[in-house]
């Protein structure tokens, strides 16, 4: 049986995390809610999310370095940032600290579903492909240590 997709939602404002939580649960994935970034990196420390929707805008720290600490911890896992303050230097900002993706609040359900469901076929994509190689690699070695 294949596991559900588990996604960090990371927003200071309860209404966001019970809506998106409460949507997405409906779509089939597994959701954490926290409000602040030191309960989101504890949260990510302690659990594999496959994808983390990230405010802008936190009450303990700006959701760009929040960013880039989960990055360190957890690079795979695919991030989206969400804020209800948009302008062009926070947006270049998340963009050079390597989020997915970059959303205006308030985001349709929908919308952020089609994005959700896309990154993380992305992200099954980029691990298929790191199987793939992996595997070919092991192959020349084995080939190489045969004809040597």
């Keep these: 049986?294949?596991?559900?997709?588990?996604?960090?939602?990371v927003d200071d404002d309860e209404r966001v995390l019970k809506g998106l939580s409460g949507y997405l649960a409906l779509k089939g994935y597994t959701t954490e809610t926290a409000k602040t970034g030191r309960e989101a990196l504890e949260k990510s420390r302690s659990h594999f999310?496959?994808?983390a929707v990230l405010d802008i805008r936190l009450p303990d720290m700006d959701g760009t370095e929040l960013l880039t600490k989960m990055i360190e911890t957890e690079p795979k896992m695919k991030k989206?940032?969400?804020t209800g303050y948009p302008n062009l230097e926070s947006a270049i900002e998340s963009v050079n600290k390597k989020a997915d993706m970059y959303l205006v609040k308030p985001v349709e359900p929908k919308k952020l579903l089609a994005i959700v469901q896309e990154k993380l076929r992305e992200q099954d994509e980029e691990s298929k492909m790191g199987r793939n190689k992996l595997v070919k690699y092991i192959e020349t070695r084995d080939k190489e240590a045969d004809e040597g």
Excluded at 1 to 9: D, F, V
Aim: without cysteine.
């Design 1 to 9: 049986m294949k596991s559900k997709k588990s996604i960090l939602l």
């Design 80 to 82: 989206i940032m969400l």
């Design 49 to 51: 999310f496959n994808l």
